[in-house]
């Protein structure tokens, strides 16, 4: 069972039938998908230094954009300590650069939460909740988040954190998956959002 089918407990039987499809990792398989955003979107100018010191995190990016190819491909897997992981590799292929929003999740079976790790090597680290939505679509909310320093985590204070919200739904006119991500700063405002479809590979 996905950890995603876990932390949804019998809510994951009321997702649309193609994103319980897409959520219901298996060891040693991989989802993967291709798709375009309609538009990337970062935040305030005075952000780009450190947008483009996340590069090297995979992690955030300072380009924007609209129409930008993108591919996803999630991988399930168990590590040495017998928890199942799923590997999230985002690429966005921009005109003169390819970047990356990477993450790896988990399960904290004790609070019911999905634990994000944010970059490769990690550099932030986020509880996610789960929800479905009456239509059926799959609304996640990013909670306490905290730097991550080789072995260290530090909490961040909410003024500093990048809190997200992420909905996904299956069109079924289109046969598309559609997701939009917001990431929101409690001072500063959205800081990077995008917005597209996307359809699994054969």
Known sequence: ?????????EDFFCLHPMLQKRYDCKDSAAFRATGKMKRIKGGPKWLYPLFKLGVRWKLVFPESGQDIPFTIINSAFVNSKGEQQIHWERKFNFPENTRYFNALMSLDEQRMVVKDYLGEPPLLYSDLKFSVLDSGSL??????????????????????????????????????????????????????????VFTADA
């Open 1 to 9: 069972m996905s950890i995603y089918r876990k932390v949804l407990q």
């Open 139 to 196: 609304k996640i909310n990013s909670l306490d988040q905290r730097l991550v320093l080789g072995k260290f985590e530090i909490p961040l204070p909410l003024l500093l954190q990048g809190l997200a919200v992420i909905n996904e739904s299956y069109d079924e006119e289109y046969a598309v998956y559609r997701i939009s991500v917001e990431v929101k700063n409690q001072l500063i405002g959205t800081v990077f959002s995008y917005e597209g």
